[in-house]
């Protein structure tokens, strides 16, 4: 398994921004997908964004649309969720995952698509 480790959360007044950052075990593998989940406190886990590590693809759920976008640094192993225009319902726990399988067998829309995940961090938008 991938070792994964988030960090960038807190709190935040809404209309605010914040990067969170989640740094990656050393990668060898193809078909590699970083993706960003985030749980609401009595919901579900649900998908942010992902980018396919050697395209940098991404893809972004319909309700982060226009204000997350995620990038990578190759250099640092590390990507990055850029959120901004942050709103109260945003407030979750987001988390990294990573996964090995074939994007185009497996949606990475799916938390059951990934193999490793992080922590997870807290993110809280005041209004």
């Known amino acids: 398994q991938v070792r994964l480790v988030e960090s960038g959360g807190g709190l935040v007044q809404a209309e605010g921004s914040l990067r969170l950052s989640c740094t990656t075990s050393?990668?060898?593998?193809?078909?590699?997908?970083l993706g960003w989940f985030r749980q609401a406190p009595g919901k579900e886990r649900d998908f942010v964004g992902a980018?396919?590590?050697?395209?940098?693809?991404?893809d972004y759920a319909d309700y982060v649309k226009g204000r997350f976008s995620i990038s990578r640094d190759n250099a640092k192993n590390t990507v990055y969720l850029q959120m901004n225009s942050l709103k109260p319902e945003d407030t979750a726990v987001y988390y990294c995952a990573h996964t090995t399988k074939n994007p185009a067998v497996f949606s990475i829309t799916l938390e059951a698509t990934y193999d490793s995940w992080g922590q997870g961090t807290q993110v809280t938008v005041s209004s």
């Open positions: 980018i396919r590590w050697t395209s940098g693809w991404t």
């Open positions: 050393a990668r060898t593998f193809n078909n590699e997908v």
